[in-house]
């Protein structure tokens, strides 16, 4: 499915995604991954919703974001709220839905200038 053009080719703006794999400014990955508005897309070692741990998320911490948009695949999965803790403690919102609509969701956050993370998850990907 593609989402839209590319209005910013500075931000990192996702413009395509299926269930293998997504396009970021239309370059294709083919596994999870984090992605920030300013900051390249980066691997994200997470094969299953079910192997997400605390470490998975301290990743995430470490960017400092408003929000966190969790893209659990083809259908919404919510995480306990002790894999969340650290960022639950800092009041960093962390919101499930389906990878579509997580890929949206970011598109449309990031073009408003928040400060949100795409953690994407692709399920059964090839390793980075």
């Known amino acids: 499915m593609k989402l839209h053009s590319q209005d ?19 370059k294709r990955y083919e596994y999870s991954v984090l992605v920030l508005p300013e900051t390249a897309p980066r691997p994200w070692p997470v094969a299953r919703f079910e192997d997400l741990t605390e470490e998975h998320f301290a990743a995430i911490e470490h960017d400092q974001p408003d929000v966190v948009i ?34 949206r969701t970011y598109n449309i956050l990031m073009g408003e200038g928040r400060k949100v993370t795409l953690a994407l998850i692709i399920e059964g990907a090839k390793a980075a």
């Open 8 to 26: 910013n080719p500075s931000l990192q703006t996702v413009t395509g995604y299926d269930q293998a794999g997504v396009e970021i400014n239309a």
């Open 70 to 103: 969790l893209g659990t695949g083809e259908r919404q999965r919510f995480v306990h709220p002790k894999l969340i803790k650290a960022l639950s403690a800092r009041r960093v919102g962390v919101e499930s839905m389906d990878s579509h609509a997580a890929c």
